[in-house]
């Protein structure tokens, strides 16, 4: 029988050890921190073999295969083990792929993977498809595979995961952007972190669709690098297409796919912001591929409402807004997020930097940011980049204490804007666990 060891245990690494027992492997999961109560109960609902608290090596280098959850470097001794006796290592993705014959749409890049992921999704739900929305988000592909029986799958990946598949193909292929991120886990190498994202092309063939946008400077200029058989589809707000693809013209998304035209205002939009209308663009394309009617894509644009902790609106208080953008872990989101609000910010920023380069944001960050709340550990680079251009910025350590702090600098018709451009993991959990105590911070302070 072959053994199958699962490293890490949260949602991907439990949800692929339940696939691999139902498919018949000798399955042992392993994962160097603590499982939480309801991934051990999975484990234990599958009589599944674990451990926690550390890496048994002898328990896992005789493996057949490894699934290697996303979050888990290569570092750490146990990889460098595993490489050095060339055992296989895949993701969660990959595998489940294997025993997966639904029609896959696959979304990836730098920023607005969740966001368009929840989008098409939301799109796909609206006609009425039988659609299981997994990856880097929700439950996991794997277990849902295991549970469920869908005809569709809409997928976030992200690099960590696209770095450990082989031979997985998409249906339909999105790449949003590339702006360096990760680059910690990249050997500080912009190439690697691009190699990775274009692997969502891997293996497609002439039937199949890439959404790709034409106005990425980086994606363009590695598209040629990329042997592609897959229909090209551009998506642009800076030029007309005259074939498959979509872009704005006239303050209207115009969206065509083999002879089939789609039109919508953007001012008719549900999402705010130039960055959003590159995510509707890919939905209304991926929409016609997949023959969805018009009407159809028109409601679903109009009235999806968002995902929670990207430009979250929670209200205001004494006419200070305040907008959740925890999701926002790199420069490129935070820039997004800083252009989409009209008026001046106390931006609440900072976490575990990832080798950022903030210069994108001066120009944004001097017209439109009155003061500078640090949530973080270590703030001096938030400090030595932003001192020049803005005249206020204080440290913190908690939501709470920043949400106060944010209050108090902050003047009526402000927002303050929590969009950190960093990871969480110095004060946090995870950027979810950032997001629920600011909003909760901002609840406290609503009811006051």
Not at 244 to 254: L, P, S, T
Not at 308 to 327: Q, T
Request: hydrophobic content about 40%.
């Amino acid at each position: 029988m072959k053994r199958i060891v699962v490293l890490g245990g949260k949602e991907s690494g439990t949800g692929a050890a339940v696939l691999a027992l139902q498919k018949g492997f000798d399955v042992f999961l392993s994962d160097n921190g603590t499982l939480t109560p309801e991934y051990v109960g999975i484990l234990k609902k599958y009589n599944i073999p674990y451990e926690e608290g550390g890496h048994t090596h002898e328990f896992i280098l005789n493996a057949d295969e490894i699934i290697k959850s996303p979050g888990i470097p290569e570092a750490i001794p146990v990889m460098r083990e595993i490489r050095a006796k060339n055992i296989p290592v895949i993701s969660e993705i990959e595998f489940a792929g294997r025993y997966c014959n639904a029609k896959k749409i696959c979304i990836t890049g730098s920023n607005g993977k969740t966001t368009t992921s929840s989008l098409i999704y939301f799109l796909l739900k609206n006609a009425g498809l039988n659609v299981g929305l997994a990856g880097n988000i929700g439950k996991s592909y794997a277990y849902q595979v295991a549970t469920e029986n869908y005809d569709y799958y809409v997928l976030e990946i992200s690099s960590f995961q696209l770095d450990d598949m082989y031979g997985f193909k998409a249906d339909i292929a999105v790449l949003l952007n590339i702006t360096p991120d990760h680059l910690d886990r990249y050997n500080y190498d912009t190439r690697n972190y691009i190699n990775s994202k274009f692997k969502i092309t891997q293996n497609m063939r002439s039937e199949d669709c890439f959404i790709f946008c034409s106005d990425d400077e980086i994606t363009m200029g590695n598209l040629k690098k990329i042997v592609l058989k897959a229909k090209m589809l551009p998506v642009t707000q800076t030029r007309i297409i005259e074939k498959d693809g979509a872009y704005v013209f006239e303050n209207k998304i115009i969206a065509n796919y083999n002879y089939s035209e789609f039109q919508i205002l953007i001012d008719d939009l549900s999402l705010n912001g130039k960055h959003n209308v590159y995510n509707s663009m890919v939905t209304a394309i991926a929409g016609k591929i997949l023959n969805i009617s018009n009407s159809v894509i028109r409601a679903s644009l109009v009235g999806f409402k968002g995902i929670e902790h990207r430009l979250e609106k929670l209200g205001k208080v004494k006419g200070v807004e305040f907008i959740n953008d925890s999701k926002a872990t790199n420069v490129n989101s935070a820039w997004y997020a800083l252009e989409s609000v009209h008026g001046k910010i106390i931006w609440i920023v900072g976490g575990t930097d990832k080798g950022n380069d903030y210069s994108p944001l001066f120009e944004l960050v001097k017209a439109k940011v009155r003061a500078i709340v640090c949530l973080g550990v270590d703030n001096t680079k938030i400090i030595e980049n932003f001192k020049p251009i803005v005249p206020v910025i204080v440290e913190t350590r908690s939501a709470k204490i920043a949400v106060t702090k944010a209050f108090e600098l902050a003047e009526p018709d402000n927002t303050v804007l929590l969009s950190p451009a960093c990871a969480s993991f110095d004060l946090f959990k995870n950027y979810e666990d950032r997001g629920k105590k600011f909003k909760k911070a901002v609840e406290e302070l609503m009811s006051e």
